[in-house]
């Protein structure tokens, strides 16, 4: 198939649960790639010397975090049925699709248009609420946050920056009970920040915590 076939663009709105997170972002790209198959939805490819599915996914979801806010975008032949229903029979146990709505076909690429995320972090050991207070106020008082940057494979000799600042990535933190925690973080191409990230800063082992993303807010 190609490109140039009349398509559909659908938007889908859907929740990462049980098992499923601990699926990586291909994995669950491929996911996507099956189901839609399986309930018999006609997928448009890219063009192109290895063409490809025309699926995308909003935005990464860290190995181990839940999402009640995930968006995938998926191209099927025009004038193709389509039934959330048949949908959701054809994916696996941990995803459930809460709306299905065609878009605009050539608008921009999803993963251009979100501009933050919001997290709830359930907190498994008990911590002093007087020194999570005074994380907390560590962290939003700070005028920078510097963290090492995730290892990739680099060229020899690059002089880019080995640190970035964490800081202006977070636009809300705060307490929402002693064990739970409301995070709202950007997460715009490029400059996404992470709820483990802040958490290693608390002196927070992510295995202490549980991280479901309650929400990806869209630019206007």
Do not use: C
């Not at 889908?12 to 099956?34: S, T």
């Not at 189901?35 to 025309?54: D, E, I, M, W």
């Amino acid at each position: 198939m190609s490109e140039a076939i009349p398509a559909t663009r659908l938007r889908i709105k859907f929740a990462k649960e049980g098992a499923l997170r601990y699926i990586g972002h291909l994995d669950l790209h491929h996911i996507w790639q099956r189901s839609v198959r399986r309930a018999g939805l006609p997928l448009v490819y890219s063009q192109g010397f290895h063409p490809q599915p025309k699926i995308q996914i909003a935005s990464a979801l860290a190995l181990g975090f839940s999402g009640l806010a995930e968006v995938v975008d998926i191209w099927i032949e025009k004038d193709a049925e389509w039934d959330l229903k048949k949908l959701q029979a054809a994916v696996p146990e941990g995803i459930t699709i809460f709306d299905m709505q065609e878009v605009e076909l050539h608008g921009p690429a999803l993963q251009t248009q979100i501009e933050s995320a919001e997290y709830e972090v359930t907190l498994l050991d008990e911590i002093p609420e007087t020194l999570l207070d005074e994380k907390l106020a560590s962290i939003m008082d700070a005028e920078s946050i510097l963290r090492p940057k995730r290892k990739k494979k680099r060229k020899r000799f690059t002089s880019a920056p080995q640190t970035y600042d964490l800081r202006p990535l977070i636009f809300e933190l705060r307490k929402l009970s002693p064990q739970k925690l409301f995070m709202k973080l950007s997460a715009q191409e490029g400059a996404t920040g992470r709820p483990d990230e802040i958490l290693k800063v608390m002196e927070i082992p992510i295995e202490a915590a549980r991280v479901e993303r309650k929400a990806l807010n869209f630019k206007a």
